[in-house]
């Protein structure tokens, strides 16, 4: 834990509105680390983690990153491959966490948005847990509406994840946001005030 700042671990199953909520944090002046984008970062052009991918999976990069669909061959329905995909990354996204913490040690509250939260035990460097969440008919409507996605696809995401009803159970706040867009608002805002009262 750095300085004063209330570290916020933002998480949620895909389609439930975690990155609206994220940026509804950062719009109230919270700054908000997203592990995705940090992913994608040392996963594209000039990024850190490619010449360690390329060694363990030779042929899944080239100049402007990854050959995305080589890569997931290896390491779909493969642990082993996923592991050894992971001990790359998730060192250089710590590391980059790290960083932004200290970055922003004086702010009253920091987010980190981090999908495997409570999967890869992320919750434990935070003073807060939230999750986002909205009803599974929702969710399923909101995820087969993305270009590319079947409900084949959806199901092994989904597999793969925490179940929504533990991740609720888990957290410190839920933020509901299948009822709309205002009502999701008030709930983010009342957390931030309450987070900077205490």
Request: glycine share 12%; aromatic share 4%; with cysteine.
């Amino acid at each position: 834990m750095r300085g004063r700042a209330t570290i916020i671990g933002l998480t949620g199953s895909i389609g439930m509105g975690k990155s609206t909520v994220a940026a509804m944090f950062r719009a109230l002046g919270a700054p908000v680390f997203d592990a995705d984008a940090e992913v994608r970062r040392v996963q594209g052009p000039g990024g850190r983690a490619l010449a360690a991918i390329e060694a363990a999976f030779p042929g899944t990069t080239h100049a402007g990153g990854l050959y995305r669909e080589k890569l997931g061959a290896h390491v779909f329905g493969d642990r082993a491959g996923l592991k050894r995909l992971e001990m790359i990354l998730h060192p250089l996204v710590a590391e980059a966490q790290s960083a932004f913490l200290g970055a922003h040690r004086q702010k009253d509250a920091v987010v980190l948005d981090v999908p495997l939260l409570f999967e890869k035990g992320g919750w434990r460097h935070c003073h807060v847990t939230v999750v986002v969440s909205a009803p599974a008919r929702v969710q399923r409507a909101r995820v087969l509406a993305r270009p590319g996605m079947t409900a084949d696809k959806l199901a092994g995401i989904l597999k793969s994840q925490m179940p929504d009803r533990d991740k609720r159970r888990r957290a410190d706040v839920v933020i509901e946001t299948g009822r709309g867009r205002r009502h999701t608002l008030h709930a983010v805002r009342k957390l931030v005030a309450a987070l900077r009262r205490g």
